[in-house]
């Protein structure tokens, strides 16, 4: 990793720390952001965070960057897996959508231009767990710096999560309605 990269990476880390700390933004904008930065600096086609909330099986989108609705929508993952997995922390690596047998639907991955996607899950509260799925065009073998980096930025999501749903409980309103 170049000198670069490395200052992309911690200026990104400082501004949606920032954000998170001075409380003056969005909760979506945050998130926003952070599937943004989790896209544009791993090189990946788009980015997802998803958040479980005790008792459901939903994993619901409550950020996203490049990718369709209609990917979003068409259950590519094998969500029954997918939240044992997350409810377990388990870093889900898919590095081939054409032979994993996880992926559901082949022909929307294909639709997307996808071939691989890092999963990386998150216990946000006692009751809410949420993952950073970050998804690629290629194959993707990630170098120990990325995982580093999609760690951090959904652990700072957890965070805004987190921040938003005390904020809301005081003002006895949901974060995710």
């Known amino acids: 990793m ?7 990476f911690y200026f990104s880390l ?6 998170i700390y001075m409380d003056e933004e969005d909760l979506g904008d ?4 952070i599937v943004t930065l989790a ?3 791993t090189g990946a086609k788009g980015a997802t965070i998803r958040v ?12 996203s960057y490049g990718l369709s609705k209609t990917y979003l929508s068409s259950g590519a993952i094998d969500y029954g897996k997918s939240v044992t997995e997350i409810m377990q922390g388990d870093i889900i690596i898919v590095n081939d959508f054409d032979n994993d ?5 082949r ?3 294909e639709a997307e231009g996808l071939c691989s996607v890092i999963g990386i899950p998150f216990t946000v509260s006692e009751s809410a767990y949420s993952i950073l799925r970050v998804y690629f065009p290629s194959k993707k073998v990630p170098p120990q710096e990325e995982m580093d980096l999609l760690t951090s930025l959904g652990k700072l999501s957890c965070l805004a999560i ?16």
Request: charged residues 20%; aromatic residues 6%; hydrophobic residues 45%.
């Open 162 to 177: 987190n921040n938003a749903i005390i904020g809301n409980l005081r003002d006895n309103t949901d974060a995710f309605k």
């Open 30 to 33: 945050i998130l926003y952001f």
């Open 2 to 8: 170049n000198i670069s990269s490395i200052d992309s």
């Open 101 to 105: 047998p996880r992926i559901q639907n």
């Open 14 to 19: 400082i501004r949606v720390i920032d954000a």
């Open 52 to 63: 479980l909330a005790h008792g459901s099986l939903d994993l619901k989108v409550v950020a």
């Open 39 to 41: 896209t544009e600096l």
């Open 107 to 109: 022909p929307a991955a």
